[in-house]
């Protein structure tokens, strides 16, 4: 080998001898590069995770309220449902009484229909009459 040759030689072995260190200061850098990102993004991460947990117990808190409005709410339907339904038994029952009233004051008519009265004093039988059968 000539002398330029082993300079060569040697160079590259030093410079081969080196390239692990070289190698191992990049690697590190990145190493604490992406664990530093990697952290940052962790924190970041559990910042959003606690700022979500608490907008969840907010809305949590609303959403109760609401719930309690909508069961008020639902609780006064059934409560006039209910009234409602008392009012209509209570017209069926007037109107079958009215309609019991009616006929028994037709029957009272019919017996007095062929009845004359020319005067108050004539009239008055008859008018006595017909409100003991409506009574």
Avoid at 60 to 82: C, E, F, H, M, P
Avoid at 94 to 103: L, S, V, W, Y
Wanted: aromatic share 6%; hydrophobic share 50%.
């Amino acid at each position: 080998m000539s002398a330029l040759g082993n300079v060569v030689a040697s160079a590259g072995g030093v410079l081969s001898g080196q390239l692990w260190k070289v190698a191992t200061l990049v690697l590190l850098a990145v190493l604490l590069v992406g664990g530093g990102a990697g952290g940052a993004l962790w924190w970041t991460a559990a910042a959003a995770r606690d700022k979500a947990l608490v907008d969840l117990a907010a809305e949590k808190g609303v959403n109760a309220q609401l719930r309690a409005g909508v069961d008020d709410q639902n609780r006064s339907i059934q409560t006039w449902y209910r009234a409602s339904e008392d009012a209509k038994a209570r017209g069926q029952a007037a109107q079958q009484q009215a309609a019991i009233n009616g006929q028994r004051f037709d029957a009272a008519l019919q017996q007095l229909a062929g009845a004359k009265a020319v005067t108050c004093a004539d009239a008055m039988p008859y008018v006595n009459q017909l409100l003991e059968k409506v009574r």
